[in-house]
């Protein structure tokens, strides 16, 4: 069965600091890969998307993530925090074999000034 | 455009009573998702339409539970003589598909929190 983890349910950074918030995935078929923030009060919104296109995805904001199969993982990274980033991230992973989205249970992002 | 919308936002429920939640997608969106997210969690996967036809109710907890979108555009959640393991929020999302599945972005409405008492 499909699977997501976070690593991580809270982490804290420096505004100015590397931001990493690691995912990994189990999936038995190729998978599509998403990240999705959510701001306090407001719906989910898409980062970025996976889709074997590319390994390195850029998205909004200034995020990437890669994608590594053989590490079975998909960080999410932003070379500088600001203020704003503040917010939960949710990583989360569906394929090809049925038409579920399955999500991590999130990683909360604290930026400290 | 408008986004997806939910009503209500906030529903107050005593145990054992039906509530029904509503889903509005964007317009000529094809795919339709329901979500429970517990507090703390991240959401979970309840079922899924394309147009009118559910596809996929597998995440449905139990008979209690029943999703519908007779015309293919507005959703309606409802769930009968709820519990207090019912409370969550439930998130709807719509999504136009890239080659008939339902791997393209998925625009999430705010919710609604249900708190069964």
């Known amino acids: 069965a499909q699977s997501v983890t976070q690593l991580g349910s809270h982490v804290s950074v420096s505004e100015g600091a590397l931001v990493l918030l690691r995912c990994n995935y189990s999936?038995?078929?190729?998978?599509?890969l998403f990240w999705y923030v959510q701001y306090p009060n407001q719906g989910l919104q898409l980062l970025l998307k996976y889709t074997s296109a590319a390994t390195l995805v850029k998205g909004i904001n200034g995020f990437e993530a890669e994608f590594k199969k053989s590490e079975t993982s998909f960080h999410l990274t932003k070379p500088s925090a600001h203020m704003s980033d503040a917010a939960e991230y949710f990583c989360?992973?569906?394929?090809?074999?049925?038409?579920?989205?399955?999500f991590g249970a999130g990683t909360r992002l604290f930026v400290k000034a | 455009g408008a986004g997806v919308s939910q009503s209500p936002r906030y529903k107050v429920a005593k145990r054992g009573q039906d509530v029904a939640l509503r889903c509005d997608p964007i317009s000529g969106h094809v795919s339709l998702f329901w979500y429970q997210q517990a507090l703390g969690q991240g959401p979970e996967f309840l079922t899924y339409f394309q147009n009118e036809a559910q596809l996929d109710k597998s995440g449905l907890p139990s008979d209690r539970f029943f999703a519908e979108r007779p015309e293919g555009s507005v959703s309606t959640l409802k769930i009968q003589r709820t519990q207090q393991e019912d409370s969550a929020v439930y998130l709807c999302a719509s999504s136009f598909p890239l080659a008939g599945g339902p791997y393209n972005e998925q625009f999430f409405g705010p919710g609604t929190r249900l708190t069964v008492l």
């Open positions: 989360a992973a569906g394929n090809t074999a049925g038409f579920k989205t399955i």
């Open positions: 999936s038995s078929v190729p998978p599509y």
